[in-house]
């Protein structure tokens, strides 16, 4: 028990994970002109974001004894966004013209998907500000775009609500530099780490050091 103690402690000192330490990035789609200023104030102003989940949509199988549920579809949780509203309405304004390019107010005409769909990406930091963990969701457009309640009894800041959805989304563990802050390896970038296939085998000493791959036997006419 004390054994299980000293590790659990042990670990906790290493660092744990907090919620307050990430940015939010993403780009705008085709269909919006806005000034890039817009877009800065609108990501710095992110309160709040979250990193979506999955869940798979099952039907019960039977072939013999209890059921199984067997997965058939994979479901990707929409992204809950909220964003301290300028005294400008920058913010706002950004987002009321995104939904308004999806679907035109004047002719009732949708765009097409492409153009107003952008990437977003969500890093998630340590207390030193090295990013640790990156999602990144393909072709994120807003789904909603919450009412703002006024209260002349409040005086609490305005914030406005988004719900996001999008295509898909991946994740990968990052591993950041502490000099310049650029991303040194990802278990998603190390593919292009790979040297191709010959003949001849593969020359390890193409292989960058800082992945720290381990060197492995020879196998075949392959070289690792």
Known sequence: MANSLNRFISNVKQGISRTNRYTVEFALPNTLTMPQDSLRKALLFCDQVQLPGINYSTVQNRTFGEFRETPYEK????????????????????????????????????????????????????????????????????????????????????????????????????TQSKTDGDVIHTTANVESYIPPFTPQGIDAGVIPSELNLPRLPRIGTFNF
Do not use: H
């Not at 005294?87 to 706002?92: E, M």
């Open 75 to 174: 479901l990707f949780d929409t992204v809950n966004m909220s964003f301290y509203m300028d005294k400008d309405f920058i913010v706002k304004s950004l987002f009321d013209e995104w939904m308004n390019s999806i679907q035109s107010p004047s002719t009732r005409k949708f765009e097409y998907y492409k153009n107003y769909t952008t990437d977003m990406t969500i890093d998630v930091q340590d207390t030193s500000d090295l990013t640790r963990y990156r999602l990144k969701m393909f072709e994120c457009y807003p789904k909603t775009l919450g009412s703002v309640q006024l209260d002349y009894a409040s005086k609490d800041v305005m914030k406005l609500s988004i719900t996001m959805q999008y295509k898909y989304w991946r994740a990968t563990p990052t």
